[in-house]
């Protein structure tokens, strides 16, 4: 009988460590799944940031300021255009 007692005492024991080690398993999973997802939501706030940012740099008003400030460019106007006419025997055309 106590043969039987003893295992049966094992038995519980070991149950029980299996059991406080799934919990702490468990336990782990969800803490690494809780920072996964606080990770997700801070890169898809930082993907629309960064969307409307691209957005707003594609403006046509944009587009000319960096034109101007950084490749020192102008307006085109009258007064910088310059027409060229192209003769026939310069563009091959036989008269």
Known sequence: MSRINLLLLIAVLASGMVLIKSAYESRRLF?????AQSE?????????????????QATNLRVEQVARERLHMRVIGPAVTQQVELSRAASGVAP
């Open 31 to 35: 803490t690494e799944l809780d920072r």
């Open 40 to 56: 997700s939501r801070r890169l898809d706030a930082d993907h629309q940031r960064l969307l409307a940012e691209r957005q707003a």
